[in-house]
């Protein structure tokens, strides 16, 4: 038998503490030896890092100019913070909340200089970034009421932000107090102040009940002059998104019905590229609604875990549909299974749903010119999105309107023939890999029901292909219906039982210095060993540990969790199973705030109920202690289930 005295831990700790543990191997006479290492220094203070000030004055009414309530935020050097007006969907937007007394109404806010602004193609998916550096001031003016004195008001409130550097961010909450100062105001505030034209740049979260300040201005007016230029940049970004890579694979579609196309006279040639041409545009409107009444920008549906996963469906769909598995049902859409079934007629519907697909698979690129396009329509009236979005549109169907007009450009093709099968099976490839690259973008913890899902997709796609087209309706109905229904309840199933859990409970990377500092705090732990090609693993973790009542007793208790994810090679991991008397997963093990040495141990599979009663049996997290005595421990071989002696 080992034993080991824990040292004691005193106020002015040594730099380095270690705690060694020793254990017999399960099933083996060897011993194995695994170390704990505690961080020196508890309870020191810390630096401070104030990389956000803010600070707030009233501005007194002047003949020319309201009164004003000044916001001026100061940002360290290398930090940023986002606008108020940051679209959903990304990072957070700062919040204002202000307390201002009884006859005074705080207006609209605004700020100078404007944010800085960006699409970001790499995080967010072509959400529209607005971010301040160095120093931003947010004003809005204020409404007096008969006889309140603005010089004797105080007006209180908090900025709510982010300070952000490259690769993480600080939350925090600012307060401020503003009184009366008559210093002059800068230029830009006075002018803004001055002008009838107030822009909202946020909805005002108000304090108090005396004072319901809000947001709402006037929209500011759109200068055909400025409009113009703009409308000219929409229709040349529209025509580059044909060349963006999500879109080749469609177009590789419409060379098959200029193929096609050519063999028919100019009016019916004409008539499909206004229907491809109609298709595309009933998209661009719909997105133009949404950014005028839902304050959507470009792309922003991409930012919808609900419509990345849909696109990747009928991607992949399409895809299978190019590699002749199934047939999509509407005439010339994908063509047939062989190159005379090429030649049939494309179809006014076939049009219409080809411009509908290609300008989907458009909306998550995003090309030159776009972002000033679109960032122009910020704050501008309700038709001005659609002036806009109708341009982009225009722009995208111009190659394909011209060749409505002159059908002789496209006598340049080979006419139909083999190569149009060889050529929609290659496409077929490109929309594979165009499917792989949507997948990417799907969170990661979604990726796996998602694959899922595709195989089922898949497997609908062969049984509705392998239904002969001569078979009986009932038939047909029945591949149809089956197959559907397959899809759906697998996606519905695999996402239920693989996708995320909003129980997840709040894991801290597990190492042997973790599990010390967090019983060196009187702190309760458990210690899940898990990996990812552990199927019992993530059964555990689905329906026994990351469950809504296991993460209430954690969180009531102050439980410190931490996940020992064994998924690739760690020999400390491995060493902590082995004194713990196990040489597999899972395994859990629970350490007591008031008893470490006697951790309860939980192997294979287990229940919730378990899982509730050894947390129950372990108790609440005793607290910090400036002095902790960690009694002898005497460890021998731990039998699965039981504890350490």
Not at 176 to 187: D, I, K, Q, Y
Not at 317 to 335: D, K, N, Q, R, Y
Not at 632 to 638: F, L, P, T
Request: charged share 15%; aromatic share 8%.
């Amino acid at each position: 038998m080992f034993t080991h005295r824990l040292v004691r831990l005193a106020p002015l700790a040594p730099p380095r503490v270690f705690v060694a543990v020793a254990a017999a191997l399960f099933a083996s006479p060897a011993a194995a030896q695994f170390k704990l290492e505690l961080p020196g220094g508890f309870g020191q203070p810390t630096a401070q890092v104030e990389p956000v000030t803010v600070a707030a004055r009233i501005a007194p009414a002047t003949d020319s100019q309201p009164a004003a309530l000044l916001i001026t935020a100061d940002i360290a050097s290398g930090y940023h913070i986002y606008s108020l007006t940051q679209p959903d969907g990304g990072p957070e937007a700062t919040k204002l909340s202000v307390a201002a007394p009884a006859g005074v109404t705080v207006g609209a806010f605004r700020a100078t200089p404007a944010p800085e602004t960006h699409v970001d193609t790499e995080i967010w998916e072509g959400l529209r970034i607005e971010e301040h550096t160095e120093t931003v001031t947010w004003f809005a003016p204020l409404t007096v009421a008969s006889g309140a004195d603005v010089s004797a008001a105080v007006i209180t409130g908090t900025v709510d932000t982010q300070a952000c550097q490259a690769n993480s961010c600080l939350p925090t909450t600012l307060s401020f107090t503003a009184s009366a100062s008559p210093a002059a105001l800068p230029a830009e505030i006075a002018t803004a102040l001055a002008s009838a034209a107030l822009v909202p740049e946020a909805t005002l979260e108000t304090a108090g009940v005396t004072n319901d300040a809000t947001a709402e201005g006037a929209v500011e007016p759109t200068d055909l002059a400025t409009l113009l230029p703009i409308l000219g940049a929409a229709l040349v970004g529209g025509l580059i998104l044909n060349l963006m890579p999500c879109v080749l694979p469609v177009i590789g579609l419409k060379v098959l019905s200029f193929a096609e196309q050519a063999q028919h006279d100019r009016g019916r040639v004409l008539a499909m590229n206004l229907a491809y041409t109609a298709g595309l545009m009933s998209v661009f409107l719909l997105l133009a609604a949404l950014t005028a009444f839902a304050g959507y920008g470009w792309g922003e549906l991409n930012t919808h875990a609900e419509y990345k996963i849909g696109i990747v469906v009928l991607v992949f769909a399409m895809a299978l549909s190019f590699l002749g598995v199934w047939e999509i049902p509407i005439p010339g859409f994908a063509g047939g299974k062989n190159a005379g079934d090429l030649q049939q007629t494309e179809g006014y519907q076939g049009a219409f749903y080809k411009g509908v697909f290609t300008t989907i698979l458009a909306t998550p690129c995003s090309g030159p010119f776009l972002g000033s396009a679109i960032g122009y329509t910020l704050g501008k009236p309700a038709w001005t999105p659609f002036a806009v979005f109708s341009a982009i549109g225009l722009g995208m169907a111009a190659p394909y309107l011209l060749i409505g007009v002159f059908p002789r450009l496209v006598r340049f093709l080979p006419k139909p023939g083999a190569w149009m099968e060889t050529f929609k099976h290659l496409m077929g490839f490109v929309l594979m890999g165009a499917a792989v690259y949507f997948l990417s973008v799907v969170s990661e913890e979604q990726r796996i029901p998602l694959l899922a899902t595709l195989v089922a997709v898949g497997f609908a796609c062969w049984w509705i292909g392998t239904t002969p087209i001569t078979a009986p309706s009932s038939k047909k109905t029945t591949a149809w219906l089956g197959g559907l229904g397959t899809a759906v309840a697998t996606g519905v199933l695999a996402f239920s039982l693989l996708g995320p859990n909003d129980h997840e409970l709040p894991w801290r990377d597990y190492s042997d210095v973790a599990l010390s500092s967090a019983i060196a705090e009187g702190s309760t732990v458990l210690v899940d060993f898990t990996a990812d090609w552990c199927p019992t693993c993530q059964v555990n973790s689905r329906y026994a540990i990351n469950t809504e009542d296991v993460k209430a007793v954690v969180e009531a208790n102050g439980v410190t969790p931490l996940l020992a994810d064994w998924s690739d090679r760690n020999d400390q991991i491995k060493q902590t199973l082995e004194s713990l008397g196990s040489r597999s997963i899972p395994f859990l093990a629970i350490f007591p705030a008031d008893r470490p040495n006697a951790p309860i141990l939980l192997p294979d599979v287990i229940t919730e109920t378990q899982l509730l009663d050894a947390l129950r049996q372990a108790g609440a997290t005793a607290g910090n202690t400036a002095e902790l005595e960690l009694p002898k421990i005497e460890i021998g071989a731990a039998a699965p289930g039981g504890t350490l002696r």
